[in-house]
Nanobody, 115 residues
Framework: QVQLVESGGGLVQAGGSLSLSCAAS????????MAWYRQAPGKQRELVARITGGGSTNYADSVKGRFTISRDDALNMVYLQMNSLKSEDTAVYYCNVINYGLDYWGQGTRVTVSS
C-alpha cells in the first residue's frame, strides 16, 4: 500500500505562482512514475505532468512552459511548480504514483485562480 498526501494548494491571482508537493509513504516503495492530474468542475480528470524514474517528463499542452514537475526519490516526493497561472488552471490537483504496477492517488488539493 502507498499513501499519498498533497499540500500547497490555495487561492492565487491570475499570473501568480503556486507550488504543490506530494509525499509518498508505504511499506514497500518502488515507484516508477509520479504524476499530477487535475479535475475541474464538470470535466474529466486529466494528466497535467508526469515524471518517470529516469527523469523523463511529459506535460499537457496547456501547461507546457508554465509548469515544472520534479521528484526527490530520497524523500519519495513529487513537486509541481506552477507559474503564470490562468483561471482555467482552477481545479483539484491529484498526485498519482505507479508502484509495482499499481496506481495510487492522493486525496487532492484545490487550486483556485482568480481572474
Amino acid at each position: 500500500q502507498v499513501q499519498l498526501v498533497e499540500s500547497g494548494g490555495g487561492l492565487v491571482q491570475a499570473g501568480g505562482s503556486l507550488s504543490l508537493s506530494c509525499a509518498a509513504s508505504g511499506s514497500s516503495l518502488s515507484i516508477f512514475a509520479m504524476a499530477w492530474y487535475r479535475q475541474a468542475p464538470g470535466k474529466q480528470r486529466e494528466l497535467v505532468a508526469r515524471i518517470t524514474g529516469g527523469g523523463s517528463t511529459n506535460y499537457a499542452d496547456s501547461v507546457k512552459g508554465r509548469f515544472t514537475i520534479s521528484r526527490d526519490d530520497a524523500l519519495n516526493m513529487v513537486y509541481l511548480q506552477m507559474n503564470s497561472l490562468k483561471s482555467e488552471d482552477t481545479a483539484v490537483y491529484y498526485c498519482n504514483v505507479i508502484n509495482y504496477g499499481l496506481d495510487y492517488w492522493g486525496q487532492g488539493t484545490r487550486v483556485t485562480v482568480s481572474s
